[in-house]
């Protein structure tokens, strides 16, 4: 069994209004030294497949078909194995 975390970030070319909300809110909290803040996702899937190989392989199907917006998104993920 796999354990697999998708990260899913907005490209750097996309404007981020969350993160800049973010940015403003921690900045009037006087938070001070806050330069940029990005929004993002955390998905988590857990999987039965056999080996690594194929639990990538589903993940990154997952991200290009229905996970990520790969047009405005990239995104990222670690697999570990783990006991069922």
Do not use: H, W
């Amino acid at each position: 069994m796999f354990y697999a975390k998708v990260y899913i970030t907005l490209k750097k070319s996309i404007a981020d209004p969350q993160g800049n909300a973010i940015k403003e809110a921690l900045l009037s909290m006087e938070y001070d030294g806050v330069k940029d803040v990005r929004m993002g996702k955390l998905i988590e899937i857990k999987l039965a497949d056999k080996s690594s190989k194929e639990a990538e392989k589903r993940v990154k199907d997952m991200c290009d078909t229905l996970l990520a917006n790969t047009v405005i998104e990239d995104y990222t993920y670690d697999i570990l194995e783990v006991q069922p």
